[in-house]
């Protein structure tokens, strides 16, 4: 099993301390059912199809719960307190980490950098991955010089073609906690999931 069950484990313990061992065998088992869908991800040219196996789990545990009975708002209360767990640093050297990105658009081959990233995303030969663009104009981007937009996303793609599509906004917000520690605030218009064209990234320095 996947190194990031620990969290999910934690969180079940926490919410269903009765019932631990029972919801996780159902969350790997059904997990295994939907990792056939994003096999393609481990060996995916795409840096960006590497989430879906993580999403593929929060899915399995949206499954679960709902059939046990769950709403909405409970589960999203449960999915952001694994994902905060999840992509929170453990220790001080993590943190300098995820703050390095920011401080990496300063350096002299950071634009060949973000054109050789915008290469690899902008296209998919996997039709259920993801596909973007990388956006360098300042003016677009609030004077940093990155930011990007999702085009096509593999997450929106999976969990629509399990009858969970409502539930992939869960997962959007959950790019709010990835960006504040980063030291960044998001800021964005919209998202595939909510029916917008694309997902918009950018960012402000906090």
Not at 119 to 136: C, E, L, M, W, Y
Request: aromatic fraction near 14%; include cysteine; charged fraction near 25%.
């Amino acid at each position: 099993m996947p190194n990031f069950r620990k969290y999910f484990h934690k969180s079940i313990q926490k919410h269903f301390p009765d019932q631990v061992v029972y919801l996780m065998n159902s969350i790997d088992n059904q997990y295994v059912i939907y990792l056939k869908d994003v096999e393609f991800s481990k060996n995916s040219k795409n840096p960006m199809d590497k989430r879906l196996d993580v999403s593929s789990y929060f899915l399995a545990l949206i499954k679960v719960l709902t059939d046990k009975g769950q709403g909405f708002d409970s589960i999203r209360i449960i999915a952001h307190e694994i994902a905060y767990d999840f992509v929170k640093p453990k220790n001080y050297l993590q943190l300098l980490m995820k703050k390095l990105p920011v401080k990496m658009l300063n350096f002299w081959f950071t634009p060949s950098l973000l054109k050789w990233f915008d290469k690899k995303v902008k296209t998919n030969p996997h039709s259920d991955g993801f596909v973007a663009n990388i956006i360098t104009d300042k003016n677009d981007t609030f004077g940093l010089g990155y930011g990007f937009d999702i085009l096509e996303c593999g997450i929106c793609k999976l969990y629509k073609k399990h009858q969970f599509e409502s539930f992939a906004k869960i997962l959007c917000e959950v790019d709010e906690i990835t960006t504040q520690l980063a030291g960044l605030q998001l800021i964005r218009t919209g998202t595939i999931a909510l029916g917008h064209s694309k997902c918009d990234f950018r960012f402000k320095k906090i």
